[in-house]
């Protein structure tokens, strides 16, 4: 049952409960307690909301940072993962295979303050090799969920 609580919760956080006690044919308390002891458990680890920045009129950036960096003995990439985290303008940091070791996504009003992000604060890192920086220029979808969902077109069709 907690898988099934997860996946639908994973695409509608504002569930209802009782709307999830009827789909999974259970009862409400049931369901509660099941989430309640995830949050627990630290299986459930928050919820959000997912905004189209754009459509809203908010000007903001979003860029994807590729990270090499020198391992540290005994601890791996722990302690410069930490570090990064900890700055409020990052979003999230993933420990990535391939090229770079670590992709860091953070979000900014300009392109020029994320750029000055990657040069004061990762770059001077001692462990950090070398970044590169992706911006985000259009979000089709996110998180599962399609951003722009087009208007159907009603044409009628005519034949000659």
């Known amino acids: 049952m907690r898988t099934q609580i997860l996946k639908y919760m994973e695409k509608n956080s504002k569930v209802d409960p009782s709307e999830l006690a009827v789909l999974l044919g259970t009862n409400e308390v049931t369901v509660v307690n099941e989430i309640a002891k995830m949050e627990k458990e630290n299986i459930i680890c928050g919820y959000?909301?997912?905004?189209?920045?754009?459509?809203?009129?908010?000007?903001?950036v979003t860029a994807l940072i590729e990270v090499?960096?020198?391992?540290?003995?005994?601890?791996?990439?722990e302690r410069i993962a930490e570090r990064i985290y900890n700055y409020p303008e990052v979003n999230s940091v993933y420990l990535i295979s391939g090229a770079y070791d670590l992709l860091v996504t953070i979000e900014g009003r300009t392109l020029m303050e994320i750029s000055q992000f990657v040069s004061d604060k990762l770059s001077p890192i001692d462990e950090v090799i070398s970044t590169a920086t992706h911006f985000i220029?259009?979000?089709?979808?996110?998180?599962?969920?399609?951003?722009?969902?087009?208007?159907?077109e009603e044409r009628i069709p005519v034949s000659l």
């Open 137 to 152: 220029l259009k979000k089709y979808k996110d998180h599962g969920t399609i951003m722009n969902v087009k208007e159907k």
């Open 68 to 77: 090499r960096v020198t391992p540290q003995r005994n601890r791996g990439f």
């Open 48 to 60: 959000h909301t997912l905004i189209n920045w754009e459509k809203a009129g908010t000007d903001s």
